[in-house]
């Protein structure tokens, strides 16, 4: 596994070299969440699309 280090190095290093640091941060945060995200579904941290479902009706109430 790569260190957190390298691994932002590598995204960075992917970006355009016009790239803003608005645009680089916003990268790095995504990949972020899709790290936790894959975690979390690896932990058995996960929910149904019934229970999803259910829970965005009632943040719509």
Do not use: C
């Amino acid at each position: 596994m790569l260190s957190v280090k390298t691994r932002m190095s590598e995204i960075i290093q992917k970006q355009p070299e016009d790239a803003t640091y608005e645009e680089i941060i916003r990268e790095l945060a995504f990949e972020r969440m899709v790290e936790r995200g894959l975690e979390d579904s690896r932990s058995g941290k996960v929910i149904s699309n019934d229970e999803m479902q259910h829970r965005i009706r009632a943040w719509q109430k």
